[in-house]
């Protein structure tokens, strides 16, 4: 499985991004995808996982609840994470993983690179 995220970008305080995880050499229906993202001089987090074959979504950060929605689309073999009201302690590279079965992961089978998200004013 080949993973390609996109969507980072420049935004500023409050504002919003969807960033797509677009799986290619397998379909995706099988795998829970995971959204994890690392600050500079920080460790790298998960923000949230969705399972493969259902859909669930899982949250393992209180803090992102509600602000942060996982979703995904199996015919179009990806998985979006739509962020709102950003804030600039959300700047990070955000990555996106795969797992052969559903949340939660502890150890993800394939990764892809990095979009690097900035909220600055």
Known sequence: VQLQASGGG???PGGSLSLSCVASGSLLN?????????????EREEISCISG?????YYPLDSLKGRFTISR?????????QM????????AVYYCAAYLGNCPVHDYDYWG???LVTVSS
């Open 113 to 115: 690179q990095g979009t």
């Open 10 to 12: 420049l935004v500023q």
């Open 30 to 42: 099988y795998y829970a995808i995971g959204w994890f993202r690392q600050a500079p001089g920080k």
């Open 53 to 57: 074959s259902d859909g669930r979504p």
């Open 73 to 81: 689309d199996n015919a179009e073999n990806t998985v979006y994470l």
């Open 84 to 91: 709102n009201n950003l804030k600039p302690e959300d700047t």
